[in-house]
């Protein structure tokens, strides 16, 4: 693992722990060459995913891009990290367990907003403006409208 300080290519661990959800393990790293410290995350791997865009191109799926956009839906909502950190992860091992490497970005998107409108209301709406390209007020009038019909 590279020093993020000094670049240098050679750190050591000096403490490894699992998070909460067993499904990570964080990291005490130590640079050998400038004494900087620094922690780091890994998570299970199970397929090396890919996603499908709409433009037909394909490109290496990215977590954090995942991670982002579920916290630009989740801020200053009333979950933990914790609580977000397993909800990433369970779309992820949902994705995994798919058993395709390409996933279309619009399963992707699907699942995540199913995920959310179990998860927390507020957030579903804000990830649905920007997944389903709402351009006016009407579009979240009609788009509620739904979800109260549905149960």
């Given at each position: 693992m590279k020093c993020p300080f000094c670049a240098n290519p050679t750190t050591s661990v000096k403490d490894s722990r699992a998070a909460d959800d067993n499904a990570t393990i964080r990291r005490r790293r130590v640079c050998t060459e400038c004494q900087g410290r620094f922690s780091?995350?890994?998570?299970?791997?199970?397929?090396?995913?890919?996603?499908?865009?709409?433009?037909?191109?394909v490109e290496p799926f990215k977590r954090e891009k995942?991670?982002?956009?579920l916290r630009t839906a989740l801020?200053?909502?009333?979950?933990?990290?914790?609580?977000?950190e397993k909800v990433i992860n369970g779309i992820i091992r949902r994705l995994?367990?798919?058993?395709?490497?390409?996933?279309?970005?619009?399963?992707?998107?699907e699942i995540v907003m199913e995920t959310l409108h179990d998860l927390?209301?507020?957030?579903y709406v804000r990830f649905a403006s920007v997944y389903?390209?709402?351009?006016?007020?009407?579009?979240?009038?009609?788009?509620?409208?739904?979800?109260?019909?549905?149960?």
């Open positions: 780091t995350v890994e998570h299970v791997q199970l397929l090396t995913l890919k996603v499908q865009k709409k433009s037909g191109t995942l991670e982002e956009s801020h200053k909502r009333p979950l933990d990290q914790e609580r977000i995994e367990v798919m058993g395709d490497v390409e996933i279309p970005s619009t399963t992707i998107g927390d209301s507020v957030a389903r390209d709402f351009h006016e007020a009407s579009d979240f009038k009609h788009f509620v409208k739904e979800i109260k019909k549905t149960p």
